[in-house]
């Protein structure tokens, strides 16, 4: 495994993390709560991800309705193993719909929460899961910084933001004294490039980390979609695919097609391609992955050794265009 510093955090993160969002559930969403990994399939991956390196367990507050943190809790109780915390705040645990959002009451209530379900006094790494346009972001910057200040949060971070909304909360930090952002926490891989316009260019010009999460695509890129099959009956596209459902169509199977190609010619698989292609970028950090079963690290594992040059990004991109 390698591992690389996260912005001017402080953190040294491997440059897999393991994402959680699967555990007890399918991310937030309340209708899929009690679906996704049980416990024991959640215990067994986390057991392989700190067996191969990895040193950072990426979850939420609402992921599984608090199922995640949970079960993430009881796993290093007892494993007693040390593996850096990342969670976060926006959603409901509960799938209230009305129980939303980042005003300072919410974030220190929550955040209360975390802790209990995590087993802990202390997180490495908190972000925001969502922006909040009804709360000012000073109000939410402050609130973070009231955490880190108390010593229960080591670096805060940010997830699913825009270039504007990222330098707005910047541009506010740095006006009133206030921690920072130390990075960015957005969906990238081949077939989702919108960071490029403007988060990564901010990132590189304020020093912040980049810790991508959907690097297949939600199982685009892995090679097991087809367009003469149905979808498999456990796969993000069958469960909740509503996210990705502009990528049904001809264009994108014919990309497919050729990035499998590209990935036979390597030798590798194409889910080990397509996270070598986002680890790549020189502004990411770590890649965020969600196994459903420990093997499915794997294509991760491989993509780390698999170093891609500017030259073959383009080429990998330009099979997309």
Not at 20 to 41: D, Q, T, W
Not at 278 to 291: D, E, F, K, R
Not at 292 to 305: C, F, S, Y
Request: hydrophobic letters at 35%.
């Amino acid at each position: 495994m390698e591992y690389r510093q996260l912005g001017g955090t402080g953190l040294e993160l491997s440059r897999i993390g393991l994402g959680c969002g699967n555990f007890g559930g399918i991310g937030s969403a309340p209708e899929l709560f009690g679906r996704g990994e049980n416990e024991a399939e959640a215990f067994a991956i986390m057991d392989r991800a700190e067996s191969e390196g990895i040193n950072f367990f990426d979850t939420a507050a609402s992921y599984g309705g608090g199922r995640s943190e949970s079960w993430i809790g009881e796993w290093r109780s007892e494993r007693r193993t040390p593996v850096l915390l990342s969670t976060k705040v926006y959603w409901s645990v509960t799938g209230d719909p009305a129980d939303r959002g980042l005003s300072r009451e919410r974030i220190l209530r929550e955040f209360d929460g975390s802790l209990s379900r995590l087993g802990t006094d202390r997180v490495d790494m908190y972000l925001t899961h969502e922006p909040d346009p009804e709360t000012p972001i000073e109000e939410t910057l402050r609130a973070l910084d009231e955490l880190i200040q108390a010593g229960k949060v080591g670096a805060i971070g940010v997830s699913n933001v825009d270039g504007e909304l990222l330098s707005e909360a910047l541009e506010t930090s740095a006006r009133h004294g206030l921690t920072s952002f130390g990075w960015v926490q957005n969906e990238y891989s081949l077939l989702r490039r919108s960071v490029e316009r403007d988060v990564l260019q901010l990132c590189a010009r304020d020093g912040l980390g980049f810790t991508p999460f959907s690097p297949l695509c939600g199982g685009w890129l892995s090679g097991k979609y087809d367009r003469s099959q149905p979808f498999p009956d456990d796969s993000r596209m069958a469960l909740r695919g509503e996210p990705y459902s502009d990528l049904v169509n001809e264009k994108t199977f014919r990309g497919l097609d050729l990035f499998r190609a590209a990935a036979a010619e390597r030798g590798v698989e194409p889910a080990a391609l397509a996270i070598a292609w986002a680890l790549s970028h020189p502004q990411v950090t770590a890649v965020i992955v969600g196994p459903r079963r420990p093997e499915q690290l794997e294509p991760a594992l491989a993509a780390v050794n698999l170093h891609l040059s500017e030259q073959e990004r383009d080429e990998l991109a330009e099979l997309f265009a």
